[in-house]
């Protein structure tokens, strides 16, 4: 299992970016699909997920702004992200979390969402 995120930039404040993520190979029917990001010197934080019935989740300081969505048939991710800040910059990742018997996590490659105040 391969994740391909795309989709990150340089954005003024107030701006709107939408990240990709383009899953190849086969996952457990039963997952999250997820956005997190790690900005410098900090942990890296879950900023929104969606599970595969369709219910999702975000981190307080992005309700309201981020939409997380997910397209089973064409295996692909997305978070459209609006009115950006400053604290929203950060190198972001995309994940795949199978349940089952056994769990596990694949990761994308991240990419970086620089926004300039």
């Known amino acids: 299992v391969q994740l391909q995120a795309s989709g990150g930039g340089l954005v003024q404040a107030g701006g709107s970016l939408t990240l990709s993520c383009a899953i190849s190979g086969s996952i457990f029917s039963l997952n999250f699909m997820g956005w997190y990001r790690q900005a410098p010197g900090k942990q890296r934080e879950l900023v929104a997920r969606?599970?595969?019935?369709?219910?999702?989740s975000y981190e307080d300081s992005v309700k309201g702004r981020f939409t997380i969505s997910r397209d089973n048939a064409k295996k692909q991710v997305d978070l459209q992200m609006n009115s950006l800040k400053a604290e929203d910059t950060a190198v972001y990742y995309c994940n795949v979390h199978e349940l089952g018997l056994r769990t596990k996590d694949y990761w994308g490659q991240g990419t970086l969402v620089t926004v300039s105040s």
């Open positions: 969606v599970t595969s019935g369709g219910s999702v």
